[in-house]
């Protein structure tokens, strides 16, 4: 599976949250695209990107920054 995040670094809170089927690849980069060249055009920065793996669990557990707040970080490690 591939998940379109987009994070607003500011905030520490996650945008946009979409996952796509494996299949729909060109769906998902098309998309990262338009969002990055919005985002350029109001020239806000934030971050987007697509991760791989098998499950939303899985890309919770690896990327816990994009889900869990600074505190919740550092209590758990």
Do not use: C, Q, W
Not at 14 to 35: G, N, P, Q, Y
């Amino acid at each position: 599976m591939l998940f379109l995040i987009e994070y607003d670094r500011e905030s520490g809170k996650i945008v946009t949250f979409r996952s796509f089927d494996d299949s729909e690849r060109e769906d998902a980069e098309h998309l990262r695209l338009e969002k990055e060249l919005e985002l350029n055009r109001r020239e806000e920065e934030r971050e987007v990107v697509i991760l791989e793996a098998p499950t939303e669990a899985a890309v919770r557990r690896t990327h816990r920054r994009y889900f869990e707040s600074l505190r919740e970080l550092v209590e758990t490690s």
